[in-house]
């Protein structure tokens, strides 16, 4: 599976991904890229998640309470089964500007991600970072939010920037945070980020679709509610770059791969099916 690298994607990319854009990525480990994309690939997308979100997987999951008014749906890992989601990232500049932004020769998928919030979803994503809950290690990852719907700067995502630099910080579940992952006091435990937001550089940005956001998975962020109008679906893909190497946990990771360890050791590259190769080689 191979992202098609056609003038146009080349030219949107070159335009967008400049060397200045390079830098602030490095610098504060995230950035948004306006109008990366274009109507028929959101259209793409929205058809995805629509397919997606009418046959969810056994890992989806309502990351909302009961009582929410609204609701948080999720669910990882359907790139093999939803045909838009596998065009969406073949036909589209997303795997480019990642290698861009990593400055890695190569570009493999780690996994898609969706994320639903309906209108009145009071729920918020909580301030954390994605690399803790996963089983890989390595500076040359790359996440990219790609909202399908507009969404107002209250309810985007955000960034405490040059996070990204360090250290790691204790993952814990959203619901009741418990630290499912790590033991209890072998990380630093996150800062309260909402008690004091003046006392750190807070990046966010009002989002039109077209607009990606990529953000390295160290970066600490976090998104309010969504009070509407409309819903706010959003397509997460994650890429690793080539430095990244296989870190099998004692726990079961978000997302995981059951089985994997058998099939590729502690330290090596990701050089499985489950991963594909999207740019270089």
């Not at 999720?74 to 036909?91: A, G, K, M, V, Y």
């Not at 997303?94 to 309906?118: F, G, I, N, T, W």
């Amino acid at each position: 599976m191979r992202a098609e690298l056609t003038s146009d994607i080349e030219r949107r990319v070159r335009e967008r991904v400049t060397p200045d854009v390079v830098d602030a990525f490095a610098l504060d480990g995230a950035v948004c890229l306006r109008q990366l994309l274009n109507a028929d690939e959101i259209a793409l997308l929205r058809e995805g998640i629509e397919a997606n979100l009418a046959a969810p997987s056994p890992r989806a999951k309502i990351a909302s309470r009961p009582d929410d008014p609204g609701r948080f749906f999720e669910d990882f890992c359907n790139w093999q089964s939803i045909t838009p989601f596998q065009r969406f990232l073949c036909e589209t500049p997303v795997a480019l500007a990642a290698q861009q932004l990593m400055q890695s020769p190569s570009v493999r998928l780690y996994h898609d991600h969706v994320l639903v919030k309906e209108p009145g979803t009071r729920q918020r994503t909580p301030w954390h970072q994605d690399q803790p809950y996963y089983n890989i290690e390595g500076r040359q990852n790359i996440s990219m939010w790609i909202p399908v719907d507009p969404v107002p700067r209250a309810s985007t995502l955000e960034f405490v920037a040059g996070s990204h630099l360090g250290p790691w910080l204790m993952p814990r579940s959203f619901m009741d945070q418990q630290a499912r992952w790590f033991p209890e006091g072998s990380l630093q435990n996150l800062p309260d980020i909402e008690a004091d937001r003046a006392a750190h550089s807070i990046l966010g940005w009002e989002i039109t679709p077209g607009d990606v956001v990529c953000f390295h998975m160290l970066a600490l962020h976090g998104a309010g509610g969504f009070q509407g109008p409309g819903r706010r679906r959003v397509f997460s893909v994650r890429m690793l770059g080539e430095d990244v190497r296989h870190a099998p946990r004692d726990w079961a990771t978000s997302p995981d791969f059951p089985g994997l360890p058998n099939e590729l050791p502690a330290g090596a590259p990701m050089a499985h099916a489950l991963f594909p190769l999207l740019v270089g080689g």
